[in-house]
């Protein structure tokens, strides 16, 4: 089934660890997305990617990083995970960066203690 | 500074109708969204304005004023299944979304 993939689906993380947070995609698709949604706020831009090879930062990139070797794949990196990293993380993909319309994976729900 | 408003909560009955309103302030505006999300699942396209006026499809409409900084989501017949949460985004000058929080539908018998 075509569409995008996350992993893990749900993790518990000590502080201080280092975390990388899967995405794939096979719908060709040129931009990729990674938000992050908490209760009462709306959705996060944490880092972009309009095409594969470059990056660029939203509105929440501190203590985040990503990479975009391909197209398929979009990986975020909490390098020393802190307890306001606690959310759900949604991965999200869109034809181009002007096309509003976004397909979402699942959702990965990371808990730092 | 950029924001999208739309109320936290709303109620309605089942076969009803509910109107789902959204204001915004952006830089720039290249298109409003609408997506539902289902609780602890992803949010789904629903619909895309940028002209002024109303598209429907099926038992959802969606109207955009640009001029007004306004738009809302109608949904008709209400059924149990679309008890979620709404969420409307705008598309700014740099093709970026901004997110509303969200507003929570829930849908009595």
């Known amino acids: 089934i075509a569409g995008i993939t996350q992993a893990p689906t749900s993790q518990i993380l000590a502080a201080g660890r280092r975390m990388t947070l899967r995405c794939t995609q096979d719908m060709r698709h040129n931009a990729m997305y990674w938000y992050r949604q908490d209760l009462g706020l709306g959705l996060r831009l944490i880092h972009y990617?309009?095409?594969?090879?470059?990056?660029g930062k939203g509105e929440v990139p501190d203590g985040y990083s990503v990479s975009r070797a391909n197209t398929d794949d979009f990986p975020l990196t909490l390098a020393s995970a802190v307890p306001s990293q606690t959310s759900v993380y949604f991965c999200a993909s869109s034809d181009s960066k002007e096309a509003g319309e976004l397909f979402f994976g699942e959702g990965s729900r990371l808990t730092v203690l | 500074g950029q924001n999208i408003d739309q109320p936290t909560e709303m109620t309605a009955t089942e076969g009803a109708i509910v109107q789902i309103n959204c204001t915004y302030q952006t830089s720039g505006f290249n298109g409003l969204f609408w997506y539902q999300q289902h609780a602890g699942e992803a949010p789904t396209f629903l619909s895309y304005n940028v002209l002024d006026g109303l598209e429907e499809k099926g038992r959802f409409s969606s109207f955009l004023s640009r001029s007004k900084g306004y738009s809302y989501l109608l949904l008709k017949e209400l059924q149990m299944k679309d008890s979620a949460s709404y969420l409307c985004?705008?598309?700014?000058?740099?093709?970026?979304?901004?997110w509303g929080a969200g507003t929570k539908l829930i849908i009595k018998p």
């Open positions: 990617s309009n095409t594969a090879g470059t990056t």
């Open positions: 985004a705008v598309m700014d000058s740099n093709y970026q979304l901004i």
